[in-house]
């Protein structure tokens, strides 16, 4: 963030209130501007302690070349068919096929060594890994070497003077004197980055380890990581990983860079593990938990078949704990509820009662104590105490499943054994507000998913304002304005922050948001879905506007919202695209949506261009304004403030803003759009400020 410093503002007269946020229409602005009168002593709701957070699954390679910090694709040699990336690069493909399948395994002959290597399915590491790569070195001697490279998910990135932790398994035939060589070297050979040795092999299956360091040398992703022998023999490698410095050293860790991204947004939970993911397109391909636990060599994997790609589970149920523990984040954790993409269902019974208990199970390996049979398996794969756990979401986005009461049974069965061993879990609606799919039992939350236009956005922003307070509360968790890819422009960003305004104004209803999807790999090919809130390639991350518009918001909460009264506010007309039907409003399209039919379009209203918000921090007096204005001209807003003793002079302002509503950042230009922090002076309980045109300003005020 930058710092500038800003002069004294106009102070200027308030004009009555006269309108609601959410109050009926007024006609356009005539000069005046916005009028603004806030009541500090008016608490309309106390903010949640689980208001900001992020949702996340395996999409856009999220895990898989992006946060599970990995360096070696297809580790465990499952990945046979090859990604649809490698399918668009014929290069590729060719080389999966002279690889019998070894996809992002290639054969390095040096200086004369002669070798061959293959999938050998009569030589499997484990019941999980059922093949191990086996390299035969026919002729190497002096410097001849033959070896196995792996050229890692869009290259190996190489950093100066890092330290990468390697482990593999790996067995020779009898009588192979010869050692392994570890190199992280540039693709076409020329430049070894950092080098190791394992001196000898033995002829059973065993695990080594080594360290290679870089030095001075320079950043590049153009890198591969090559297994190598320079004595004729045979040898099986079962399993192969790379990892460079994790987030806090984790073992098993995160990226670095991503993580400090997300680390300063301050997130206050995580949403996981889907999304499509965790349903997958059948029963088979679900996120299946147990599957994702224990030693990484152990766990086989599976076709993410929501997304296209395959998925390690290296970020299996424990690192997604891990990650909450590491950001300090409450986890929320969605279980499989008998329903995935393509149709499949079970509504009752004891093919139910399968998933049921799955869950249950779950929910055991992550808050039960040690004497506990799923609690002490999660001691054994290394964390003994248990996760504080309040949130359980049944299913996925269950307004899909068309059979009529489907959801409803399904949702009973679940709600009933777990409320029965977990009084205290909070239980959530995944068919959210809109379907009315429940009639049986009452969710403690619904979770509304909505994916906008900017001018849909700025339509329903206000919508919460008048949403009943008879029912669950709201938890919206997934969202999103969807303009620009492959992460969201200024235009997205100033949309996303009106409805955070009207997210923070009901958060008595409202108690968690989270943005979806939160990661893209912009690498050629590694994206399924445009607009995402975080941008990373091989090398380096990058937050988008909306990343920073969501940093902006969770930065500056304080604990009370308090009652805000606007007047004045200009509009625009807007007409709703016509869109394809199926789900409620909003929803994103899905696999299983085959209508391919429309609305029909709507007539164009008039919508506000400007949004407000104020929230408190009682400790220490501090009143966070939010301001809004989706408009193309710098706007007026006359702000009043009554129940205070008294609000200082100086105060701060960040404000996100640029020339331009397409204007974005990107992976060469990250920094493009970013808050910029400036102290004003000219404040009191009555002032006037002006923002700028298509900008998002926190306003803090320090009163008493
Ligand atoms: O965020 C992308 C997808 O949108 C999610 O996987 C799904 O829940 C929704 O339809």
Redesign the pocket.
Known sequence: MQTISDGPRRRGAVSLCLLLTAGPLMPAQTGNGVSLRIKADQITAKMPPTFHGL?T?E?NYAFEGGLYAELIRNRNFKETVPARQNRQNPEQSRAAKEAKDLVNWSLVEERGGVGSMELDTATPLNNAVPASLKLTVSQASGNQSVGVANEGFWGIPVKPDTAYKAMFYAKASAGFSGAVTLSIMSNDGTMVAATAQVPKLSENWQKYEATLTTGNVKASAGNKFVLSANRPGTIWFGFVSLFPPTYKNRVNGFRRDIMELLAAMKPQFLRFP??????GNTFDTRFNWKNTIGPIEERPGHMDD??GYWSLDGMGLLEYLAWCEDLNMEPVLAVFAGYSLRGQRVRSGPELDVFVKEALEEIEYVTGDTNTTWGARRARDGHPAPFHLRYVEIG??DY?DREKGSYDARFTAFYDAIKAQYPNLLLINSAGFSAHALTTRTPDVDDD?Y?RSSGEMAAKANDYDSRPRNGPKVFV??W?TRVGSPTPNLEAAVADAANMAGLERNADLVMMHCY??LFVDVNPGAMQ?TTDLIGYNTMSAYGSPAYWAQHMFANHVGDSVLNIVASGIPYREWQQMPRRMG?PPG????AADTSGLTRPTPMPTPIPEMFFSATRDTANGTIYLKMVNRSGTPQQVNVSISGLTSIAQAGKTITLSSANTSDTNSITDPHKIEPVTADVTGLGTEFTRTVPANSITVLELNGR
Not at 274 to 279: A, D, K, P, Q, T
Not at 587 to 590: G, H, L, Q, V, W
């Open positions: 949702m699954e999409i889907g999304g499509n993911y965790l349903e929501a997304w996925n986005e899909f998913h994916y968790g997934e999103a979806a999807p879905w789900g929803s994103a399209p899905r």
